[in-house]
Every structure is written in C-alpha cells, then in structure tokens.
C-alpha cells in the first residue's frame, strides 16, 4: 500500500480555543495536499461553544482545501468517538488528535514522513522514548505510567517503550478491520496490542504529554481498566481481533502489498 493522506480525528466535548489552534498548527506544519479531512466527532453532551469553535476551523480548513465536518457519534465515550471517526475516515491513514492538545499534533510532521516511507506500518508517538516526556502530568500516575509499560513489555515480548499513548498514525483498512470493544480510554491499549498480535510493525517517534489545567476524565484509578484488554487481547486467536467477514492474513497481505 501506498501513503495518500491522513484523516484527523477530533473528539470534540468541551474544547474552544485549543481545537481551532489545533487545526491552525496542523494546517501550517503540514502540507495541505497530506491532509484528506478533519472530522470532529460531537455528541450530545459537547459544549455549545465547541461548536462554534468548530465552525471557526471549519473556515481555516476550507480556506486551505481540506474539508472538516462533524460526525455525531454513535457509540458512547471517548472510545466510541474514536471508533466512529475510524469508520468515516476516508484517507489512506488516520490519526487521533485531541483538540485540548493533549496529544498535540506537533510531532504529526514527522508522523507523516515515516508513514510515507513505511505505509503498511503504524507510527506511534513515544513519550518514554528520548526527547519524549510530560508536561502537568500527576506524578504518581507517572510512575504507574513507567511500570505499566515494562509490565507490557514482558507480557506482548516486545520492546515498545508506549503502549497507551493515543498518538499513532495508524492505516485506514487496518484501523476500520479491527474489531475493538473498548469505549472508554483503554481503546488506546486495543489501538497497540491487536496490530502487534496480527504482525504490525511499529515505529516511534518521541512525543510529549501536555496535560491540561483542568482536571482530567481519565484518573489515576480509571488507568486499571487497561488491564482488561491488555490480557483480554494477549491470549485471544486472532481471527477475533478483526470485524466478521474480515480475514486477518489477507488483511495483513493488503498492509505489507502482497498480491
């Protein structure tokens, strides 16, 4: 398979200011013709304000040529968001960026140039690799952050440095075929795991956290949850991990360009 461009998923719930300065630094770190759509996925509790913030960056993205609409969600949470953009994603690659920066896009540059160059892969930001890091990060989620990822790393026999970051730019056909079950943040995990148990190779990018003022939706105690699908996921066959109909090895053949 070839890179052709990226869809930009943005689970819009209460964002203003930081959504329309995502879309402007996306917008002027990249070349527009790499961009294929912006798709800010609302719901019924997302701010009135967002929304109009979201008419904002819909008048820069047009301005630059590149389209932006909402998508209603229709799955719950913020798992459920990114599942539904996944679907409408209309790119050759798609990628998660949260509209409070969060995930900032800066790192998306960078993204894009090891897409090009390996297309059937996913590349995932890193905030443990070099020049990575956190900014306003709790920091004893820190440290449950650190021993998660070794725990990962013996459990998946793999040396990734981040397994739970959001951060990845990841093929459309692999991100619509997997058949996720998370819809809350423990998606994040499923979005590493399942590609690595169905033979996806990986390449990271150091990345930083910014955390905003405010408090977070995903406390300290929520980050057990990923516990679930990181064993769920371990020990499943593999014909599971993928949406009914889908055939995970031809699958596989279409992300590596076999036949």
Request: with cysteine; hydrophobic share 40%; net charge negative.
């Amino acid at each position: 398979m070839v890179f052709r461009s990226v869809s930009i998923i943005l689970p819009t719930l209460k964002e203003t200011d930081s959504f329309v300065q995502a879309v402007k630094m996306i917008l002027g770190m990249n070349d527009p013709k790499d961009i294929a759509e912006f798709i800010a996925v609302v719901c019924d509790r997302t701010n009135p304000d967002s929304f109009k913030s979201i008419e904002e960056g819909q008048k820069l993205a047009e301005a630059a040529g590149v389209p932006l609409s909402m998508l209603y969600q229709t799955r719950p949470f913020f798992g459920g968001a990114i599942r539904d953009g996944f679907d409408a994603a209309k790119g050759s690659h798609v990628c998660m960026v949260t509209p409070d920066l969060d995930t900032a896009p800066d790192k998306l540059p960078e993204m894009i140039a090891m897409a090009k160059k390996y297309p059937g892969d996913i590349v995932i930001g890193s905030r443990w690799k070099k020049g990575g890091g956190f900014e306003n990060y709790d920091p004893v989620k820190k440290v449950w952050n650190w021993f998660s990822q070794k725990f990962l790393d013996v459990l998946y026999l793999t040396a990734l440095s981040d397994f739970t970051w959001g951060n990845q730019l990841t093929p459309t056909i692999l991100a619509q075929a997997i058949d996720y079950e998370e819809v809350k943040h423990p998606i994040n995990i499923e979005r590493v795991v399942i590609p690595l148990r169905l033979g996806v190779r990986f390449h990271e990018v150091p990345a930083i956290c910014h955390m905003p003022d405010e408090e977070t939706v995903n406390p300290l105690m929520a980050n057990f949850a990923y516990l679930r699908p990181a064993f769920r996921w371990r020990f499943a066959k593999k014909e599971d991990m993928v949406k009914p109909g889908t055939d995970w090895r031809t699958l596989m053949g279409e992300l590596r360009g076999e036949g």
